[in-house]
């Protein structure tokens, strides 16, 4: 099992991301990381503490299930895009291993990803 993240735009040939179920759960870990937190310490991830605790742009991809839950607003996606950008021209200049060079690519997906639906006014979809 694993994770498609694909604009809403009912065109199969638009890009996508993917991971295993695993490997977006480490993605993910590692944005937190990057804006200042542990997503362990969390609601919804093991955690006691309040997603009001924390001021992120990337909250809407952060806390949000695995599977199931609301697609991602094209607004929501344009919020997010800006500071995933940032991030990940900051994961390009550190010198990392493998998993970092692998969170920078899928990260530069995701950004096309989320380029595309903002361009089209569609929603993120997770599948």
Do not use: Y
């Given at each position: 099992m694993g994770l498609v993240l694909f604009p809403g735009d009912g065109d199969n040939s638009s890009p996508d991301v993917s991971w295993s179920c695993s490997g977006f759960a480490a993605f993910r870990r590692r944005l937190a990381e990057a804006e200042g937190f542990a997503l362990s310490e969390m609601w919804g991830f093991g955690g006691e503490r309040a997603?009001?605790?924390?001021?992120?742009?990337?909250e809407p991809l952060l806390d949000h299930p695995d599977d199931g839950g609301d697609d991602l607003s094209p607004v929501e996606c344009a919020a997010i895009l800006p500071?995933?950008?940032?991030?990940?021209?900051?994961?390009?200049?550190?010198?990392?291993?493998?998993l970092l060079r692998q969170h920078t690519e899928d990260a530069r997906q995701l950004a096309g990803v989320l380029r595309l639906c903002i361009e089209k006014g569609v929603t993120l979809e997770f599948l």
């Amino acid at each position: 099992m694993g994770l498609v993240l694909f604009p809403g735009d009912g065109d199969n040939s638009s890009p996508d991301v993917s991971w295993s179920c695993s490997g977006f759960a480490a993605f993910r870990r590692r944005l937190a990381e990057a804006e200042g937190f542990a997503l362990s310490e969390m609601w919804g991830f093991g955690g006691e503490r309040a997603w009001s605790e924390v001021s992120t742009a990337l909250e809407p991809l952060l806390d949000h299930p695995d599977d199931g839950g609301d697609d991602l607003s094209p607004v929501e996606c344009a919020a997010i895009l800006p500071r995933l950008e940032a991030i990940t021209d900051e994961w390009a200049r550190e010198q990392g291993d493998h998993l970092l060079r692998q969170h920078t690519e899928d990260a530069r997906q995701l950004a096309g990803v989320l380029r595309l639906c903002i361009e089209k006014g569609v929603t993120l979809e997770f599948l």
